[in-house]
T-cell receptor, first 113, second 113 residues
Framework: EPEVTQTPSHQVTQMGQEVILRCVPI?????FYWYRQILGQKVEFLVS????????KSEIFDDQFSVERPDGSNFTLKIRSTKLEDSAMYFC???????????FGPGTRLTVT | KQEVTQIPAALSVPEGENLVLNCSFT??????LQWFRQDPGKGLTSLLL?????REQTSGRLNASLDKSSGRSTLYIAASQPGDSATYLC????????????FGKGTKLTVNP
């Protein structure tokens, strides 16, 4: 069964460093998402991406964040200058058209020290 | 602003028991609702998707119902097993053209052998 994959599974970085989280969505899907989950808190929407552009973003998704689909298979989330509060599990998700069911990857645990 | 609440926060039951998990949302104008399973430190596995026009969906021992007008959904698990132990998350896709999912905090289920 097709699945969303994410790399790395765990990333440790120092405050102020740039990180890139990578995702390979399900191959025929059209819509792509990033969510995050701070330990003990709800899963929160960050950004959605369709037709090579951002279609929606949350208040969390400020100028420090960017997304890209550099080729036909990868979808990346870049954090330019990481802060301690960026420590969280980051989930990538993808979906096809109707019924618009989102499929999530296993997540990347980002630890900022 | 859509808010999703899940009660109870934690539930412990003996193996074989039937159980119900509850989800409520503040704005009834939703597009669909998904139930997910999350194992510790892992990603989200989609269990069931209910469109706003549907009343229920079934998959094996799982049955999810939706009462959009009252802002409620329930997940019924029949004949629970220790392998069902996980956190169950409810998420609504807000209507009005938005693509994002808004999550509840989840119910942590423990099924004791």
């Amino acid at each position: 069964e097709p699945e969303v994959t994410q790399t790395p599974s765990h990333q440790v970085t120092q405050m102020g460093q740039e990180v890139i989280l990578r995702c390979v969505p399900i191959s025929n899907h059209l819509y792509f998402y990033w969510y995050r989950q701070i330990l003990g808190q709800k899963v929160e929407f960050l950004v959605s991406f369709y037709n090579n552009e951002i279609s929606e973003k949350s208040e969390i998704f400020d100028d420090q964040f960017s997304v890209e689909r550099p080729d036909g298979s990868n979808f990346t989330l870049k954090i330019r200058s990481t802060k301690l509060e960026d420590s969280a599990m980051y989930f990538c998700a993808s979906e096809d058209r109707f019924p618009y069911e989102q499929y999530f990857g296993p997540g990347t645990r980002l630890t900022v020290t | 602003k859509q808010e999703v609440t899940q009660i109870p926060a934690a539930l412990s039951v003996p193996e074989g028991e039937n159980l119900v998990l509850n989800c409520s949302f503040t704005d009834s104008a939703i597009y669909n609702l998904q139930w997910f399973r999350q194992d510790p430190g892992k990603g989200l596995t989609s269990l069931l998707l209910i469109q706003s026009s549907q009343r229920e969906q079934t998959s094996g021992r799982l049955n999810a119902s939706l009462d959009k007008s009252s802002g409620r959904s329930t997940l019924y698990i029949a004949a629970s097993q220790p392998g069902d132990s996980a956190t169950y998350l409810c998420a609504v896709r807000v209507g009005d053209g938005s693509e994002k999912l808004v999550f509840g905090k989840g119910t942590k289920l423990t099924v004791n052998p």
